[in-house]
T-cell receptor, first 114, second 114 residues
Framework: NAGVMQNPRHLVRRRGQEARLRCSPMKGHSHVYWYRQLPEEGLKFMVY????????ESGMPKERFSAEFPKEGPSILRIQQVVRGDSAAYFC????????????FGPGTRLTVT | AQSVTQLGSHVSVSEGALVLLRCNYSSSVPPYLFWYVQYPNQGLQLLLKYTSAATLVKGINGFEAEFKKSETSFHLTKPSAHMSDAAEYFCAVITNNAGNMLTFGGGTRLMVKP
């Protein structure tokens, strides 16, 4: 059973470009969470999605960041007009249901903004 | 609001010695508690979880943790450290009244000396 997949594993973008991070949850999981790990900071929740719905986006920056989890295909975290402060590791986690508190993490995407 | 504090951002032990990583939480409602391990440039792997069943929880790789409500603690222990235990460890909490987001502590980097 394949785990949570994230791609790309490493992404380099210049300031002002767009970054798209993809996450495929574990088979049978319909709940996806995105977390960000900034240098010298801990892991912070960003957004919680179910298929076609954003459940909780209280951790998302108000501008430039968006997330989706379409009916078909992976979940996408999009960062528009990236700035150096966006450089971080972005982790996706999935769970099978809202009642399951166990989240399984992917390997992460390390974004570097030059 | 829920929060997690990990005492000691760095812990160093000798191989074969006891490992003790401290975690205290703050929550107004019964929490679900987790310990995750992160190896360099990898995602987070669930070590163990407390979900209101037995207060002493056994996890993978010989780790265990005890939930102590009176002390609001969930410390992680392992009787005998192995070189392969060197990693960063994160304590995390979920509470029913805060959605399904994990709130993480700042992490503790465990170093194991030969």
């Amino acid at each position: 059973n394949a785990g949570v997949m994230q791609n790309p594993r490493h992404l380099v973008r210049r300031r002002g470009q767009e970054a798209r991070l993809r996450c495929s949850p574990m088979k049978g999981h319909s709940h996806v969470y995105w977390y960000r790990q900034l240098p010298e900071e801990g892991l912070k929740f960003m957004v919680y999605l179910q298929k076609e719905n954003i459940i909780d986006e209280s951790g998302m920056p108000k501008e430039r960041f968006s997330a989706e989890f379409p009916k078909e295909g992976p979940s996408i975290l999009r960062i528009q007009q990236v700035v150096r402060g966006d450089s971080a590791a972005y982790f996706c986690a999935s769970s099978p249901s809202a009642a399951s508190y166990e989240q399984y993490f992917g390997p992460g995407t390390r974004l570097t903004v030059t | 609001a829920q929060s997690v504090t990990q005492l000691g951002s760095h812990v160093s032990v000798s191989e074969g010695a006891l490992v003790l990583l401290r975690c205290n939480y703050s929550s107004s409602v019964p929490p679900y508690l987790f310990w995750y391990v992160q190896y360099p440039n990898q995602g987070l792997q669930l070590l163990l979880k407390y979900t209101s069943a037995a207060t002493l929880v056994k996890g993978i790789n010989g780790f265990e943790a005890e939930f102590k409500k009176s002390e609001t603690s969930f410390h992680l222990t392992k009787p005998s450290a192995h070189m392969s235990d060197a990693a960063e460890y994160f304590c995390a909490v979920i509470t029913n009244n805060a959605g399904n987001m994990l709130t993480f502590g700042g992490g503790t980097r465990l170093m194991v000396k030969p």
